[in-house]
């Protein structure tokens, strides 16, 4: 299959575009989490009634969703499928806990050197293995063998081709380059490994236009197939400088399932809504001269403990990276870096923005500011080649449904006691991460019998590599190994290379934590209480970094989920609302 394009792409409608994908493709989507979604052009594409897609993409979400609604695929190969702040995506859970669709978990590396193989018409890449974790036998068509030069036992890859490639971006210009501006996730992985790509953008602009950008990533013409002019074309999801994510109309659509979602996300008739241009707009530093957001004195609630308790195992010299829905290490790093480790280094979106300010995680703005803030941004792909694989990161916080006794985990399924599954999100990048970065730190925040257990099932990730000995050959700092819960801190031990408690939350017993347990716990002999944290610490992270409170979304059962989020997105518009107008103010008084 030649991957070869014309020099100068079509351009058409959004239904043309959609036209042009075939009965049975191979089928990618772009952007990532709620940003750049080409919403528009999949509601065109589920319309059409093509059908038998194979979906591949790093994450499911809301694409998969959209096409699993219309009956359009028949295969799934993803690493990690979520709604973020919205919980597991229920169209996906169905197809995978049914069996309905054949689904296949990949690791973040091996699908990027998947796709590079194909890309640089290779007939297999190498990769890194997944040490301790059961995800090698997952990954279609990839094996283990010895470097034929080095020797070392080494994962390959052969190349994973997409028929289709679908994606929304900030402009094109008249003769077919396409501009994204933020991170790029995977997308020029993906189009080079594409026969067809198809774009939607915002704006066209005349040739020569998009020299006059700042910090930009072009897509030459000559990787295009097809574009057309959909403005608000990403919407509910972001497209920056446009406009940011929509979080009330998501929130909406997700709640009502009389309603299909290709309907419920359909851009307003009367456009765009202002407020989201008009958030898009509004700077870090006016976001951080902001009154205080949140409300005063109160005690430390075990949400805010554990993020001052991750904090502090950040300094000036760590570089830490979060991954998908880590409200908690979010939180957990820009108190670090706002208060006693000021030159630490934190990248967000998986390391598309990289060395970000600490700025408020005010929901509708996150995005914007860290596009802002960063120093530069960066696609998936490089991030593995530039930052993981060469172990340049120290810290990734990473939540997780279940641990067990060696501090393995399971995100990928749970058995009920009937016998049938639990579809949980996947594992994303964690199985590589956890052996590539210096420290290895998990949280569960609601401590049970069902997330701590004696063996997971399934081992979606691991430390495989635990000591200095099995790292340093590979390249690979030793740092902690720890697993932060609402009981207590584990550490994993390098000799029995099984968790042991060090560390036992405020006001919690030793009783507590075994009954808790599914499995028997040791205790360290030099065993401590976490402390409290101070009152200066609670007031930055309530009113600097966290005024929302979106660090309680870990910590809440699916029940409580809903009403939190109805509480948060109100007092996220407010605060966004006041924003907007401080910002009019100020750019009227410079004018």
Known sequence: MSLVKPNRPRFTDVDGLAAMVGQGDVFGVGGHH?????????????????????YVCWAGGLPLELLLEAEAVAEIDLCFSSLDIFGLPPRFRAAAETGMIQVRDWTALAMIQALRAAQQNLPSMPFQLPQGSDMLARVPRAIAAPDPIGGTVTGFIPPLRLD?????????????????????????????????????????????????????????????????????????????????????????????RETPLA?????????????????AKVRAETVVAMPTLAPGEKKAAVDEIIAVRIAAELGNESFASAGAVSPLANVAYRLAKATHAPDMIIATMSCGHLD??????????????????????????DTYSTYYQAGAVTHEIVGAAQVDRCGRVNTIALRKPSGGLIRLPGQGGMADVANMHRDYLLYIPRHSVQSLVDQVEIVSSARGLLTPAEREPMGYRTGSALVFTNLCVFRLDQTSRELTVIETMPGVTHEQIRNATGFAVTFDAGCKEVPLPSGDTLAVLRNRIDPLGLRRLEFVSAKERGALIAEILAADR????????????????RS
């Open 164 to 256: 289709t490639f679908v994606v929304h971006a900030q402009r094109a210009d008249e003769s077919g380059n396409v501009q994204i501006i933020g991170p790029r996730a995977l997308d020029f992985a993906m189009a080079g490994a594409a026969r067809k790509v198809l774009v939607t953008v915002e704006e066209i602009v005349p040739v020569g236009a998009l020299r006059q950008d700042g910090r930009q990533s072009i897509l030459t013409r000559n990787h295009v197939s097809a574009i057309a002019l959909a403005p608000g074309g990403a919407y509910p999801a972001s497209c920056l400088p446009f406009h940011v994510t929509d979080y009330q109309a998501l929130s909406e659509a997700f709640a009502t």
């Open 574 to 589: 407010a605060v966004v609302e006041r924003c907007i107008a401080l910002q009019q103010r100020r750019d009227v008084a």
């Open 34 to 54: 709620f940003a750049r979604l080409p919403i528009a052009l999949l509601g065109a594409i589920a319309s059409s009634g093509v059908g038998d897609l194979r």
């Open 356 to 381: 970000i300010a600490p700025s408020p995680m005010i929901l509708s703005l996150i995005e914007s500011l860290d596009c802002e803030t960063a120093v530069a941004h960066a696609g998936g792909d």
């Open 263 to 279: 309907d419920t996300l359909r851009l307003p008739s009367e456009g765009m809504p202002d407020l989201l241009r008009q958030a």
